[in-house]
């Protein structure tokens, strides 16, 4: 029987995180919860290995952005895929995307039913570049 998929859900509102990581639950997955980037770096250190992670762009401690850049350097992370979750309206410039393994930008507020579709093609895509490898 396959591993259920595991995810990190990181954000500093805690109403966000539990919405998200109830939804997904939900859905079947497993899911760990970090209140900024420092706590989800150190969920992976103590042997999470997440599948995807979703994380806030502004947390405090560590951002979103410097936690994906740290992941991508981390060889049990390097290729896992991230949702970032960011304020309406902002865009991440190309070269912040392109030292990340982000792949897609959800701009709160943001429906549930969006966020899992986002998952699901993410997790596909993941997929499929894995077995082209």
């Known amino acids: ?16 995180r539990h919405i998200v990581a109830h939804k997904l639950v939900s859905a079947g ?15 992976i250190a103590d042997g999470f290995c997440p599948d995807l992670v979703i994380t806030d762009f502004q947390m405090p401690v ?7 850049q740290r992941l991508r350097r981390l060889p049990q992370t390097a290729t896992t895929p991230v949702l970032m979750l960011t304020a309406r309206g ?11 393994n982000i792949r897609n930008v959800i701009n709160k507020p943001f429906g549930v039913r969006q966020l899992l579709e986002r998952v699901q093609e993410a997790l596909a895509e993941s997929r499929a570049s894995r077995n082209a490898a």
């Open 1 to 16: 029987m396959p591993r259920p998929v595991a995810i990190l859900v990181c954000d500093d509102e805690a109403h966000i």
């Open 29 to 43: 997955f497993v899911v760990r919860e970090g209140r900024n980037g420092q706590e989800g770096l150190d969920a």
């Open 62 to 68: 560590l951002s979103g952005l410097e936690m994906c």
């Open 90 to 100: 902002y865009i991440l410039p190309d070269l912040e995307l392109s030292q990340t």
